[in-house]
């Protein structure tokens, strides 16, 4: 069991940086002038990672409790999925969310 709890994190921790190159990926594709989607494709990287190490990080003073900490959660892995799907990678967002759901509901269950 402990090896499945293990994988679980280590589905969370690629699950993180899905969320950050789905935000990125976005960035770059919206339709603006090219200085915009640099700006969106770097930036919106950059201010997840903060709100994350802020509010979300196992070692922040700040940490979220729950019900916080779901609610920031899916407020970050939802536009992520949202994002997927609408630059046309519909099947990949979905398993995105899919996954998503799977491990925070492990986690919660097991207290990581």
């Given at each position: 069991m402990q090896i499945i709890k293990l994988v679980?994190?280590?589905l969370r921790f690629l699950l993180e940086l899905c969320l950050?190159?789905?935000?990125g990926f976005w960035g770059f594709q919206t339709r603006t002038p090219?200085?915009?989607?640099i700006g969106l494709g770097f930036g919106l990287p950059l201010v997840v990672m903060v709100v994350w190490a802020i509010f979300l990080a196992p070692a922040s003073p700040?940490?979220?409790?729950e019900p916080g900490l779901l609610i920031a959660e899916?407020?970050?892995?939802?536009?992520a999925v949202g994002a997927l799907y609408s630059t046309g990678h519909r099947g990949l967002g979905v398993l995105?969310?899919?996954?998503?759901?799977i491990n925070r509901l492990l986690m919660t269950i097991w207290r990581q």
């Open positions: 679980n994190l280590l950050l190159g789905a935000v090219l200085i915009v989607r700040r940490r979220l409790r899916v407020a970050l892995f939802a536009p995105f969310g899919v996954f998503y759901g």
